[in-house]
């Protein structure tokens, strides 16, 4: 009975041993450490430790779950196990190590490693290609490499670094630099750095300049003459021009819908061409052209007809006053009836007043108070004194032709008082003498009073004298004829209507010149 119970007994205490046993046996916990980035061709190291495991401890590095690479053995007991990798294109995944202690297997946290190939043969790539384009257009440069990963980039425009926040002209995404809508503005010299960063190791390779031009569109071109004189002939002097436009740019000039020449402007937006021309005919109507890759324009027609000057020539003065009304200047005007191209000077008492082109040192500081404008049509007198008084006249010829006669304006008269100076202005501008001309109200209705008073009195002494002389000669013709007669009566009331309608019409008199110097002073 006693051998029965010991035999039930054995497989319990076989379990309790085998529990006791795997109760103090635990398994390893290893921890994995080491870079997750590194340049292609470095060496890496990753350290493995399982801690508080009883040696020996095995040590397995496995890349991907399943591939082992190294393995590494502690006799001693918490000491890690290092292994070093040289950094292949290869070595990019994820890495994790096993530790076995006593017949137990841990397994570490894993570690991504990313392999960084620095950049290589860093340019610049443009769209469109080469970068040339109109303003409006799109362009976008981008930063390439033969070869790199993990790359960052950097903009350069005429050698500053480019921000979204400091170059708003510019938009960045990538490695890509775009200009959405290209101004002139945008043209210049780019290049592009890129680089990468593993820790604090940086390696930059930086890109050759790239020069982006970004064309202007031209203009309308416009048209304009001159005349000049060559031998026995004469010739027109035709000028084309754009303000605006990228060169190279084409001018061609037709005259009568027929093309006369054409030329290629590189460096300026205008050109000349020379015709024959004849004063006083009409030599036909001319156009300018202008031609570029993507556009041709065509200038508003301009009649080839030269003008000779001839019919009269006026001299007007105009007098400028400040705001408080003193005189300020006095501009001149010479008005031509005809002429295309007139050459006009200024005479003061028969002596030339020097041009704006002819001018010496010494009559510069004479004539700083004289402006010409309008090419000597105009001439302001900026300072008045007793100097600039005096009679003006001008005198007009053809430009073209320095020998040909001069027809002379009437002489005005400008004369500077101080009177005249201090006066008011007139309402209006004439060629009068400044007496006249600078009159004021004041002085006018002074004069007109007086002139009324005068006026006046002499009607009234008049009037007085008229009805004192009558009724003396009817008191003489009384006493004459003392007997009564029967038509004395009727001489009588014939006289007095006579007195009456004489003193009457001295009032109606005086009441018609009150009436008009009224009107006159109003």
């Not at 070869?147 to 490695?175: A, D, E, Q």
């Not at 740019?249 to 061409?273: I, M, R």
């Not at 100097?387 to 003006?392: D, L, R, V």
């Not at 009073?449 to 013709?477: E, S, T, W």
């Amino acid at each position: 009975m006693k051998n029965l119970q010991t035999l039930y007994l054995l497989p319990l205490l076989a379990l309790a041993s085998l529990f006791t046993k795997m109760s103090g046996s635990v398994s390893p916990r290893p921890v994995l450490t080491g870079p997750h980035m590194a340049y292609l061709n470095s060496r890496v190291a990753f350290r493995c430790i399982a801690p508080d495991s009883s040696p020996p401890v095995t040590y397995q590095l496995m890349r991907n779950a399943s591939i082992p690479i190294f393995t590494g053995t502690d006799l001693q007991g918490d000491k890690p196990a290092s292994f070093s990798l040289k950094v292949a294109a290869t070595s990019e995944g994820s890495y994790h190590c096993k530790a076995t202690a006593e017949g137990s297997t841990g397994v570490s946290n894993i570690i991504t490693l990313s392999v960084v190939i620095p950049a290589s043969n860093t340019r610049v790539a443009a769209e469109p290609f080469p970068p040339v384009a109109y303003e409006g257009s799109r362009i976008v440069l981008k930063c390439t490499v033969t070869r790199g990963s993990h790359l960052s980039y950097i903009w350069f425009f005429n050698r500053k670094k480019v921000t979204s926040s400091t170059s708003p002209l510019f938009h960045l995404t990538g490695n890509e630099l775009v200009m959405e809508q290209a101004t002139p503005e945008h043209a210049g010299n780019y290049s592009c750095i890129a680089w990468s960063m593993v820790q604090d190791s940086s390696r930059f390779l930086g890109s050759a300049e790239v020069k982006v031009t970004v064309k202007a569109y031209v203009s309308k071109p416009n048209i304009s003459f001159s005349i000049f004189k060559e031998g026995d002939g004469y010739q027109g002097n035709i000028t084309c021009w754009s303000t605006r436009g990228s060169h190279p740019v084409n001018f061609s000039l037709s005259v009568d819908d027929k093309e006369v020449g054409s030329l290629t402007a590189n460096q300026s937006l205008t050109v000349w061409f020379l015709v024959a021309m004849i004063p006083g005919m009409d030599m036909g109507v001319a156009r300018c052209w202008v031609k570029t890759e993507t556009q041709e324009l065509m200038s508003e027609p301009v009649t080839l007809e030269v003008v000779p000057v001839g019919g009269d020539v006026t001299a007007e003065v105009e007098y400028l006053y400040r705001a408080d009304s003193k005189l300020a200047a006095a501009r001149l005007r010479c008005v031509v009836s005809r002429g295309s191209f007139p050459q006009i000077s200024w005479l003061l008492n028969d002596s030339v007043l020097p041009s704006a082109t002819h001018l010496d040192a010494q009559s510069q500081d004479d004539l700083t108070h004289v402006a010409l404008a309008n090419r000597g049509q105009t001439l302001v007198l900026t300072k008045l004194t007793s100097e600039e008084s005096g009679y003006y006249r001008c005198r007009v010829r053809n430009s073209y032709d320095d020998s040909g006669p001069w027809v002379e304006s009437g002489d005005v008269l400008v004369r500077v008082t101080d009177r005249i100076l201090n006066s008011m202005p007139r309402a209006t501008s004439s060629t009068e003498t400044p007496p006249k001309v600078f009159m004021n109200q004041t002085e006018i209705i002074t004069i007109a009073f007086c002139c009324f008073l005068l006026l006046m009195l002499a009607v009234g002494v008049a009037c007085v004298y008229r009805m004192f002389d009558h009724n003396q000669a009817h008191a003489h013709i009384a006493e004459t004829n003392s007997d009564p007669l029967p038509l004395t009566a009727p001489s009588s009331q014939s006289g007095d209507r006579q007195a009456g309608v004489s003193s009457a019409d001295c009032d109606c008199v005086l009441s018609q010149v009150y009436r008009l110097s009224r009107q006159h002073i109003t």
